[in-house]
């Protein structure tokens, strides 16, 4: 058997596990992409997108990863100059997006572990040196829900400001309500939350949003909004997308709303109440500053000094894996997603391997 072939239940913090109905779904017939076919599953996909997300913004398709979308917000919406709020390393990644893109940017930096706070954005954009923001919501390395409902009253007072959130590890696992929030540009990927093979990101554009890249020369062509714009008027996409994602996405969106949206957050939420629990019932404790602790992902901290690669070793043993720390945070801390089609169940189960691991 070659090493891809033997299955192994993702617990990581993407790709997540992807339940055998959406992979069956993903292998009907393709179908054209100028096709009435497409059309017809463009626009069913798009309309259940903008639901979850509470939304009457125009919503996306991009055949690309998250990544791609941050290079979007880049080129369509950082006029003058952005502030980046960074806490891990997928924020210090989108500031430099920014910067590779040859767009000015600040950033806004905090430890590892802790959460950006409003009142630091209200200082900084009171300056009036900034244009635009770049947020992460769950800041995915370290486990840190950076507290996106405070950040969105403060965003109120600055309506010049495109506020632009990375939701990449918590669209779909945790609320959040676009239009109530103010959102400008809201971004996902496929392969966390969603429990969808990588391949495909979502993101939702504004009013405001398409204002300022009206006025911004050089947004390129694969991610000019205004490209996405024109071809979704049509309910297609500029060039041939990842049609077996977007099937999983349409029946995983049908999945969701069939769930409840509420009940969807509160099963997360449940989930990571449960494995924080375990984890500071075995006396580790939670790398994330204390009420900003994520619900699609829980970071623990090494402080029992267990060797981590170990226990990853021989969870995949028995069929499962989990994540070692991020980078420099290697064997510092370890993070167990409980995201997307993922069940209690299914966490206790996890929880129970790495209990028979340590305990013996
Ligand atoms: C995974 C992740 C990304 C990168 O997403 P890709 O789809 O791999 O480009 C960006 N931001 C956050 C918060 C993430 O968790």
Same mark, same amino acid.
């Given at each position: 058997m070659k090493s891809w072939e033997k299955h192994i239940k993702l617990f990581i913090p993407g790709p997540v596990e992807v339940y055998p109905d959406i992979l069956k779904e993903m292998s009907r017939p393709v179908i054209g992409h100028r096709s009435s076919a497409y059309q017809d599953l463009h626009a069913d996909t798009v309309a259940k997108l903008k639901k979850i997300l509470f939304t009457q913004n125009d919503a996306f398709l991009s055949t690309s990863s998250a990544t791609g979308v941050w290079e979007a917000?880049?080129?369509?919406?950082?006029?003058?100059?952005?502030?980046?709020?960074?806490?891990?390393?997928?924020s210090e990644s989108w500031y430099k997006v920014a910067l590779a893109n040859g767009k000015e940017a600040d950033k806004i930096e905090v430890p590892l572990g802790k959460a950006i706070k409003p009142e630091m954005i209200d200082e900084k954009l009171a300056t009036g040196e900034y244009d635009s923001l770049l947020f992460v919501h769950n800041e995915t390395s370290t486990g840190v829900a950076n507290p996106l409902y405070k950040v969105a009253e403060v965003m109120k007072k600055y309506p010049d400001v495109i506020f632009m959130v990375d939701a990449v590890s918590s669209m779909a696992g945790m609320k959040i309500e676009v239009d109530k929030l103010g959102i400008d540009v809201c971004l996902a990927s496929v392969?966390?939350?969603?429990?969808?093979?990588? %391949?495909?990101?979502?993101?939702?554009?504004? &009013? /405001?949003?398409?204002?300022?890249?009206?006025? @911004?020369? !050089?947004?390129g062509y694969y991610f000019d909004f205004f490209v996405f714009k024109k071809y979704a008027e049509k309910n297609q996409t500029p060039s041939t997308p990842a049609i077996p994602q977007i099937y999983g996405l349409n029946t995983q969106l049908d999945k969701m709303l069939k769930e409840g949206m509420e009940n969807r957050f509160e099963r997360h939420k449940q989930m990571a109440e449960f494995t924080r629990k375990w984890a500071l019932g075995r006396g580790f404790q939670l790398f994330p500053e204390k009420g900003y602790e994520s619900?699609?992902?829980?970071?623990?901290?090494?402080n029992? %000094?267990?060797?981590?690669?170990?226990?990853? &070793? /021989?969870?995949?043993?028995?069929?499962?894996? @989990?994540? !070692?720390?991020?980078?420099?945070?290697?064997?510092?801390?370890f993070r167990i997603a409980h995201m997307g089609?993922?069940?209690?169940?299914?966490?206790?189960?996890?929880?129970e391997a790495i209990d028979e691991i340590l305990g013996g």
């Open positions: 917000c880049a080129r369509n919406c950082i006029g003058e100059k952005a502030l980046a709020c960074v806490n891990g390393a997928f392969q966390k939350a969603f429990a969808i093979p990588p %391949g495909l990101a979502v993101f939702t554009v504004s &009013k /405001k949003a398409y204002e300022r890249a009206e006025k @911004i020369k !050089n947004r619900n699609t992902l829980t970071s623990v901290s090494n029992k %000094g267990i060797f981590i690669a170990d226990l990853i &070793k /021989k969870l995949e043993n028995k069929g499962m894996t @989990i994540s !070692n720390g991020y980078k420099e945070m290697q064997e510092k801390n089609d993922m069940k209690i169940e299914d966490i206790k189960g996890l929880l």
